[in-house]
C-alpha cells in the first residue's frame, strides 16, 4: 500500500503544495515573531519542511541528488545551524526582539503578500503560459518570494540574531528556487551550507560584541585591550 | 629585435633604473646617476624619433596581456615619433638643471622623491605616446597625471600649493573621466581597444568627439579649462613645470590628433568648434598673462596662449582638409606640430629660466624685480632667446611656426563657404593680435625682470646660478635657434616642403645688417670726440630711483584700459579730506581688483552644485546595516519590475 501511495505523483504533488502553503506560514511567523527562541524553532520547522519538499521530490523524480540535497538539509538547517544559534542565545541572554525598522510586522505581512505577486508576475514572464499552474513554476515563486521575505527580514529586525535568521531564510529561498528550477551542482550546495556554518560562526563572535549594551562593550573591549580610548 | 626596437627598449629601461635607483641607494650621487639616465634615455628616443620619421618605418612591438581581453601594445608612427622627438629634446635640458636644482629642495627625502617622480613623470609621458591602444594609453596617462599631481605638491607645507595640488587633481580626474567616457564610447563601437581607422559617420562619432576634446583640452589648458595651469605651475618644482607645460600638455595635443587623425569623414563644426576654442585660448591666454606680476604665472598664461594656437592650426587643418585643400590642410598640420614642438622648447627654457631666477632671488613677483642682467648676465641672455622665440621674431623657431599658420590663413581665400571666410578672416586677426601681444608681453616679462634698477634687496644680492643649470638652460636654448635657423631644412628631412622662407639666409642676413650697423656707428668717429658723462634729462633729479621705473602692472595698463571688457578691473577708493565739506583733499587709497571671471561664473557654481548633490547623496549614507539591505532590496524589486515589463 505504501509503495502504491508512493507511486502516486498526483498525490505527491499535492502534498508538496501543502507544504508550500507551510513554508509561507513559517516565513509570515519569522516576519513577525519576537520571541527569538521560537525564531528559531521556526527556522527549524521550515528546513525541515525544506527537507520534505525534497524527499518527496525524490519520490517523484527520482534523482538521487535531491536525496542527498535532503539528507544535507536535514544535518545543517535542521539540526546543526539552530544549535549553534541556540548557544550564542543562552550567552548574550537575549531572548527577544522587540524593535521593528521602517516595517511594522502587520505592514511587512501586506508587503510579504505583495512579494509573493511580484514574484508570480515577474517569472511568468519569462514562461510560456501553460506552465503557470505546474508545480516547478510554483515552486520558483515561493522560492524568489521567501529570499524577499528573508531580505525584509534583514532590514526591518533591529537585533543581530533576528537578522541572522533573515539570511538563513533567505538562502532557503535560493534553496528552493535551485530545486525546481535552476540545476545547481551538488557541491556548490555543498560550499553554500559550508559559508552558512561559517556565517553563524562568525556571527558568534561579532554577536556577543553587538548585542551586549554599551557599557558592557566597552568593559569588554578594555580588559582585552583592544581599545583603551576615552570614556563618554 | 632591431635596431629601432633595442632604442625604445633601451630608453624604457634606462628610466625605469632611473626611477628606482634613488629609492634604493640615497645618496646625491644616485640622483646624479638618475637624472644622467633619464639624460641618456633621451639620446636614444632622439635617434629614435629621427630615424622613425626620417624613414617612415614603424616598428612592431608584442603585446603584453595582463588581462584576459585586455592586452597592452606599443606602436610608434610619424606621429608618435614626431611627439617622442618632442620629449627628447625637452627632456637632456631639464636632466642637467635638475641635478642641482634638486638639491635646492628642503630635505634629502624630497630631493629623492622629487628625482624619483619626474623620472616617473617622463617615462609616463613616453608610455603614453607609445601607447598603441587605449588601455595602455589611459593607465600611463593615469599615471601621468598621478606623478605630476605629487609633484605639484612636493612643497605640500604651503596652503597656497595644497590649493593648488586640490586643483590640478580635481582637473585632471575630470579629464581621465571624459576620456573614459570618449574611449568607452569609441571601444562600443568598433568593438576593440587599438587605435585603428574610424569609418564612421561624423554623426555616431559626436559623443566620442566632445568627450575627448573636452578631456584632453583640460589637459592641454584650453579656454575654458585651463584655470588649473596658472594654479599648478607656480607650485611645482620649476623644472616640473618646464616639463608640464612643455611636454604634458603636448601628450595631450597628441591623443586628440591621435583620434582626430584616425577619423575618416569629421564634419566641419568639428573643425569651427576647434578653430574657436583655439582662438579663444590664444588670445584670452596672453590677455590674463599681461595681468599678472608673478613669472611662473604669466608663463603659464602664456602655454595656455600657445596650446590655443595649436588648437587653432588643428581646427584650421580638418577645415581645409573637408574643403578639399589638402596642401594648406598639411602646412596647418605640420604648423601646428611644428610650434608643438617650439612651443616644448622655448617654454622649457623659459621655466627653467625662470626658476634660476626663483631661486637667486628667492621670490616670484617680477614687480620685486629689476636689474637682473647686471647680476645674471647668462641667464638674462638664456632668457632673451626665450623670449625671443616665444615673440615670434625671426631668426628662432617660434617665427617659423607661426609663419606657416599665417600662411596657412593667408591661403584661405580658396576657401568657397563665405562663411567659413569670415570666421577664417576673424581668427585670422585674433591670431595676428594674439601674436603682437605675446611680442609685448615678453618685452614687459624681460624689461621688467632684466633691465633698469633692481627695485628690492632680493633682487640687488641676487647672484647667477651654478653652471649645471646654465647649461641646462643653454640645451633648449640652442635648440631655439637651430631648429629656427635649419627649419626647412629639418622639415624637409622629414618630408615636408611648404617653401618657407630659408631662415639661415634671414640670420645671416639680420646678422649682417646689425654688423654694418655696428661697423657705421664705429665708423662715425664717435670713439675720438672727448666724452662727457651726464645723466641725460637728468632734470635735477640726482640720482635715478627703482621707484621711477616702469612697473608691471604700469607697463600693462594701457592695455587693461583696452581690454576693459576682458577683466572687467574692479576699483575701489577711500579719501579722507581736511575739512569737512570734503574740499581739500588729504588722502586716500585706491585698489584695483581683476575678479576671477571663469573662477566666478564657471568653476564655482559648477563646484556649488556638486557640493549640494553630494550632501544630499551622502545623507543616504548612515552607517546602518539594515538601511543598506534596505536599499538592496528596493533595487531588487525595481529591477524585478524593469525586466519584466520594460526589457
Known amino acids: ?232 | 629585435m632591431s635596431l629601432l626596437e633595442a632604442l625604445v627598449y633601451g630608453a624604457i629601461i634606462a628610466l625605469i633604473f632611473g626611477t628606482i635607483l634613488p629609492l634604493l641607494y640615497r645618496s646625491k650621487n644616485t640622483r646624479k646617476a638618475s637624472f644622467s639616465l633619464s639624460f641618456f634615455s633621451s639620446i636614444l628616443l632622439l635617434a629614435f624619433a629621427g630615424t622613425v620619421l626620417y624613414t617612415g618605418k614603424e616598428p612592431t612591438f608584442p603585446a603584453f596581456g595582463f588581462l584576459p581581453g585586455l592586452n597592452f601594445t606599443m606602436a610608434a608612427d610619424r606621429l608618435s615619433a614626431g611627439f617622442i622627438l618632442l620629449i627628447a629634446a625637452v627632456v637632456p635640458g631639464v636632466s642637467i638643471y635638475s641635478i642641482e636644482y634638486v638639491e635646492y629642495a628642503k630635505s634629502e627625502a624630497r630631493k629623492d622623491i622629487q628625482t624619483v617622480l619626474t623620472n616617473l613623470f617622463i617615462l609616463a609621458m613616453l608610455m603614453v605616446v607609445l601607447a598603441g591602444n587605449m588601455v595602455g594609453f589611459l593607465i600611463f596617462w593615469e599615471i601621468m597625471s598621478l606623478s605630476s599631481l605629487m609633484l605639484v605638491l612636493h612643497d605640500y607645507s604651503s596652503e597656497e600649493n595644497k590649493k593648488a595640488g586640490i586643483f590640478y587633481f580635481i582637473m585632471t580626474s575630470l579629464s581621465t573621466a571624459f576620456l573614459f567616457m570618449g574611449f568607452i564610447s569609441l571601444f562600443r563601437l568598433t568593438g576593440s581597444a587599438e587605435f585603428g581607422h574610424l569609418d564612421y559617420a561624423a554623426s555616431i562619432l559626436t559623443l566620442p568627439f566632445l568627450c575627448l576634446f573636452i578631456g584632453f583640452g583640460i589637459k592641454a589648458g584650453l579656454v575654458p579649462f585651463h584655470k588649473w595651469l596658472p594654479y599648478a605651475h607656480p607650485a611645482a618644482p620649476s623644472s616640473v613645470s618646464a616639463l608640464m607645460s612643455g611636454v604634458m600638455l603636448k601628450v595631450a595635443i597628441y591623443g586628440f590628433l591621435r583620434f582626430l587623425l584616425s577619423v575618416s569623414a569629421p564634419e566641419i563644426w568639428w573643425g569651427v568648434l576647434i578653430l574657436i576654442g583655439g582662438s579663444l585660448s590664444a588670445i584670452l591666454g596672453v590677455i590674463y598673462a599681461f595681468r599678472e606680476s608673478d613669472i611662473k604665472k604669466l608663463l603659464a598664461y602664456s602655454s595656455i596662449e600657445n596650446v590655443g594656437i595649436i588648437f587653432t592650426g588643428i581646427g584650421l587643418y580638418l577645415i581645409f582638409k573637408l574643403e578639399g585643400l589638402e596642401g594648406l590642410a598639411m602646412l596647418s598640420l605640420v604648423g601646428a606640430s611644428f610650434h608643438a614642438f617650439n612651443h616644448a622648447l622655448f617654454k622649457s627654457l623659459l621655466f627653467l629660466c625662470a626658476g634660476s631666477i626663483v631661486h637667486a632671488t628667492g621670490t616670484r613677483s617680477i614687480e620685486a624685480l629689476g636689474g637682473l642682467i647686471k647680476r645674471m648676465p647668462r641667464t638674462a641672455a638664456l632668457f632673451l632667446i626665450g623670449s625671443v622665440s616665444i615673440a615670434g621674431l625671426p631668426p628662432a623657431n617660434g617665427f617659423v611656426s607661426e609663419l606657416m599658420l599665417f600662411q596657412a590663413y593667408f591661403y584661405s581665400s580658396a576657401l568657397q563657404d563665405p562663411l567659413l571666410k569670415v570666421l577664417l578672416i576673424i581668427t585670422l586677426s585674433v591670431f595676428a593680435l594674439t601674436s603682437a601681444l605675446v611680442a609685448a608681453l615678453f618685452v614687459k616679462l624681460f624689461g621688467i625682470t632684466f633691465l633698469a634698477l633692481p627695485r628690492t634687496k632680493c633682487a640687488k644680492e641676487a647672484i647667477e646660478v651654478p653652471q649645471p643649470m646654465l647649461s641646462g638652460e643653454a640645451i633648449p636654448a640652442a635648440l631655439c635657434i637651430l631648429s629656427g635657423l635649419f627649419s626647412n631644412r629639418i622639415l624637409a628631412l622629414f618630408g615636408f616642403d611648404f617653401g618657407i622662407p630659408d631662415m639661415l639666409v634671414i640670420g645671416l642676413l639680420l646678422v649682417g645688417v646689425c654688423g654694418f650697423v655696428w661697423l657705421g656707428v664705429r665708423n662715425t668717429g664717435f670713439s675720438k670726440t672727448p666724452r662727457r658723462s651726464k645723466e641725460t634729462w637728468g632734470c635735477g633729479i640726482l640720482a635715478q630711483h627703482p621707484t621711477m621705473e616702469y612697473s608691471s602692472i604700469g607697463f600693462s595698463e594701457p592695455l587693461i584700459a583696452i581690454f576693459k571688457k576682458i577683466y572687467r578691473p574692479e576699483i575701489s577708493s577711500t579719501r579722507t579730506y581736511s575739512d569737512t565739506k570734503e574740499c581739500i583733499f588729504k588722502d586716500g587709497t585706491t585698489k584695483i581688483h581683476f575678479p576671477k571671471f571663469f573662477e566666478k561664473y564657471l568653476y564655482l557654481p559648477v563646484a556649488h552644485t556638486v557640493n549640494v548633490i553630494s550632501f544630499q547623496v551622502s545623507r543616504m549614507q548612515n552607517g546602518k546595516l539594515g538601511t543598506y539591505v534596505f536599499y538592496v532590496f528596493i533595487a531588487v524589486l525595481t529591477l524585478m519590475t524593469f525586466t519584466r515589463y520594460f526589457a
Open chain 1, 1 to 232: 500500500m505504501i509503495t502504491s501511495f508512493l507511486a502516486d505523483q498526483a498525490l505527491l504533488e499535492d502534498i508538496v503544495r501543502i507544504l508550500f502553503v507551510f513554508v509561507l506560514i513559517t516565513a509570515a511567523f519569522i516576519l513577525s515573531t519576537r520571541n527569538i527562541a521560537s525564531l528559531l524553532t521556526v527556522y527549524a520547522v521550515q528546513s525541515f519542511l525544506l527537507t520534505l519538499i525534497a524527499a518527496s521530490l525524490y519520490l517523484i523524480e527520482g534523482s538521487e541528488k535531491l536525496l542527498a540535497m535532503a539528507a544535507l538539509t536535514l544535518v545543517s538547517k535542521v539540526l546543526l545551524i539552530p544549535l549553534f544559534i541556540n548557544v550564542i542565545g543562552e550567552k548574550i541572554k537575549i531572548s527577544r526582539d522587540l524593535e521593528f525598522n521602517y516595517l511594522e510586522p502587520t505592514a511587512s505581512l501586506l508587503v510579504s503578500m505583495g512579494l509573493i505577486m511580484l514574484s508570480y508576475v515577474f517569472l511568468s514572464g519569462f514562461f510560456d503560459e501553460y506552465v503557470l499552474g505546474k508545480l516547478f513554476f510554483v515552486g520558483a515563486v515561493i522560492g524568489l518570494s521567501l529570499t524577499l521575505m528573508g531580505m525584509l527580514v534583514i532590514f526591518s529586525r533591529k537585533k543581530v540574531m533576528t537578522k541572522v535568521i533573515g539570511y538563513l531564510t533567505m538562502e532557503n529561498g535560493v534553496l528552493l528556487f535551485g530545486i525546481f528550477v535552476a540545476d545547481l551542482p551538488f557541491v556548490i550546495e555543498i560550499l553554500i551550507v559550508i559559508d552558512l556554518m561559517i556565517l553563524v560562526l562568525l556571527t558568534t563572535i561579532l554577536a556577543i560584541g553587538l548585542d551586549s549594551t554599551k557599557n558592557e562593550y566597552h568593559k569588554r573591549l578594555q580588559t582585552l585591550k583592544i581599545w583603551s580610548g576615552r570614556e563618554e
